[in-house]
């Protein structure tokens, strides 16, 4: 019997050590050969490292192939300046153009976290309601503590399709995006659209292109960048979903995309998953092939020096750095606070009342 | 944290699921019972009986105690409010992004409003005990707050429950059980009507009985039979406390708290 325990618990451990990489087995592999290996399921779909690039989905490579300075990429910026443009009216953006190729790039959130801090009116909202519900209800809750010093996301796009007159649409789903463009020679941008729900930019960019921007966050009759959830992953909520709770939640991302690729539709000529590149997290996309293994690559252009063209919304801050943004901050939500309260903060969190006697 | 069937699910390991099933109370798991309940000091230092009289006796102590507002004697009082309603006059609107902002901001000011009635006619303090604001449709937020209050009356002496026995009784603050028809609008009026009523008949049960508490008033609303969908019927029931002799039934004390509603205010 004791032998029988014995052999019982070595392979309990055998099973563990093997399970969970115990002893760094797996650690000691080099990367592996498919890059589709690195990637996870999120939310809202596929997320990858800073270290893959996304295509056309589900394509996606190695940065190392595509850019010949890729340890440039995860380096800290600073930003010369920014300029403000306004947003399209009525959800309406310019028509492609006889003899333009859509470039349609879209995903969730970047990958990336950009040298840029920004606060807009909406972030901080959100924040305070966090910040009131839980001090209403008994948690004592530094305000400070709310105060998230969060970087605008980033996503570097890669232009290497020399063949088309590219119409660039950048979208993203769940909140701003700086996209850093990167051209190889002879590729052509005729136009970029910029549809996000948030705060959003573009660098390296030649000013002479036009771009038109959209931010849905605050154009609550515009409807939200969304992918059709079928071609999505399933995700492991890591909790039980009832059948009827997970039939709801696809019929209403059914609903949302189906508006959105209605809308898109009316304003790009094509639906809104043709030819789709990027995934749902990503820090880099490609517009075009990937270099041949004996051509050049394309140098990645760090952000320094340069400005960022940036949505003009209802934006109260937005800095290169996180010190003076964390500065600023304190005193913007403070001063909102106040406003939203009445002039009367104290009223948020009221002392006991008691009987005139 | 997967409970021993899913991981079971995933891993498809027998032998696996047998010695989790084995480990789960070790951990406290799949008894849902933690390590507070266990090592905490009462439960370490009493017996299960002595245990749960002494949470009793605090929760006696806690209903009765008339000298603050806690959390054992609440109201729920509900509220559907626009940003008008919150706005100062002359305050122009804010943007339309901000407008949740200014609704949570302010919903602790419109619950304490509330405050203000049910000091006015049942209690001697009420204080905010949680608030949530839900968003509806058509610029439309639901407040739910909950406010703690100490009910009017002399504290009550607990220290010796064996003489007495604790006593609840749900009264129908509505007479005829149709509620009072009112404007959607002016729904405080006919609360402030129903907390006086919930005094009325706690007073009644003091004088015959030597105690009562209002424990909480629940309130209900349901259309009218008119054209107006704005009119409304507001129903209440109170959950009253007492301490009485053990002879006393409840049916006693239900008939004691409705002759309240013949007592002149």
């Known amino acids: ?357 | 944290m997967l409970d021993c069937g899913q991981w079971f699910h995933k891993k498809l390991n027998l032998i696996l699921f047998a010695v989790c099933l084995h480990a789960m109370p070790l951990v406290g798991h799949a008894s849902g019972i933690t390590s507070n309940d266990i090592f905490s000091e009462d439960h370490a230092t009493l017996s299960g009986r002595e245990y749960v009289l002494t949470k009793k006796a605090q929760h006696m102590a806690a209903l009765f105690d008339g000298t603050a507002p806690n959390g054992i004697r609440v109201i729920e009082f509900r509220q559907t409010v626009r940003i008008r309603d919150v706005m100062l006059k002359d305050e122009p609107l804010p943007p339309r992004h901000l407008r949740p902002l200014y609704i949570h901001a302010r919903a602790s000011k419109i619950a304490m409003s509330e405050c203000e009635l049910i000091v006015q006619q049942l209690a001697n303090h009420c204080a905010l005990y949680q608030i949530d604001v839900q968003k509806r449709s058509e610029g439309k937020y639901l407040l739910i707050a909950q406010l703690a209050f100490n009910t009017l009356g002399h504290r009550i002496d607990t220290s010796h429950p064996d003489n007495s026995s604790y006593m609840d009784a749900m009264v129908d603050l509505s007479l005829n059980n149709e509620g009072i028809e009112v404007h959607s609008d002016h729904l405080h009026t006919a609360r402030a009507d129903y907390y006086g009523r919930a005094k009325m008949v706690c007073d009644a049960v003091r004088k015959s009985f030597g105690s009562c508490v209002v424990e909480t008033i629940y309130f209900e609303t349901r259309p009218t039979v008119g054209n107006d969908p704005r009119r409304v019927y507001l129903t209440a029931r109170a959950q009253l406390g007492a301490l009485v002799d053990q002879t006393v039934t409840l049916e006693q004390l239900r008939r004691v708290a409705a002759s309240g509603f013949l007592t002149t205010p």
Not at chain 1, 38 to 43: F, I, Q
Not at chain 1, 146 to 167: C, E, F, H, M, W
Request: aromatic share 8%; with cysteine.
């Open chain 1, 1 to 357: 019997m004791q032998k029988l325990v014995f052999a019982f618990v070595g392979l309990l451990v055998g099973y563990l050590v093997l399970e969970y990489d115990v002893i760094g087995m797996a650690g000691s592999n080099a990367t592996p050969e498919d890059p589709s290996q690195l990637l996870v399921v999120g939310p809202d779909g596929h997320e990858a490292p800073g270290t893959i690039v996304a295509a056309d989905a589900p394509k996606v490579f190695f940065a190392k192939d595509i850019f010949d300075n890729p340890d440039q990429l995860t380096a800290v910026e600073t930003l010369a300046d920014f300029e403000f443009v306004e947003q399209v009216e009525g959800c309406r953006f310019t028509p492609p153009s006889v003899g333009m190729a859509l470039a349609n790039v879209q995903v969730a959130t970047g990958g990336g976290d950009s040298s840029v801090y920004a606060y807009s009116e909406t972030d901080m909202a959100n924040d305070l309601i966090d910040w009131i519900s839980a001090t209403t209800n008994g948690q004592e809750t530094d305000i400070g503590e709310k105060i998230a010093l969060r970087p605008v996301g980033k996503v570097n796009v890669a232009v290497t399709d020399s063949t088309q007159i590219l119409y660039l649409v950048l979208q993203s789903s769940q909140s701003g995006v700086i996209w850093h463009i990167h051209k190889m020679p002879e590729t052509r941008i005729a136009r970029v659209a910029v549809i996000a729900n948030g705060t959003a930019g573009v660098i390296g960019l030649d000013p002479a292109i036009p771009v038109e921007y959209l931010d849905v966050s605050q154009n609550e009759q515009c409807v939200q960048p969304d992918r059709n959830p079928r071609a999505l992953p399933d995700y492991d909520y890591g909790r039980e979903v009832s059948r009827k709770e997970s039939y709801d939640l696809s019929r209403q991302r059914d609903m949302r995309f189906r508006q959105y690729s209605t809308w898109f539709l009316s304003q790009f000529g094509v639906p809104s998953e043709t030819t789709l590149i990027g995934i749902a997290k990503a820090s880099h996309v490609i517009v075009g092939p990937v270099p041949e293994a004996d051509a050049p690559r394309l140098s990645y252009v760090p952000m320094d020096g340069q400005t960022v063209r940036v949505t003009k919304n209802d934006l109260v801050y937005i800095s290169p750095s996180p010190e003076a943004a964390t500065t600023h901050a304190l005193s913007a939500y403070s001063n909102l606070l106040e406003q939203a309260s009445g002039g009367r903060v104290e009223t948020i969190t009221p002392a006991p009342i008691a009987r005139d006697q």
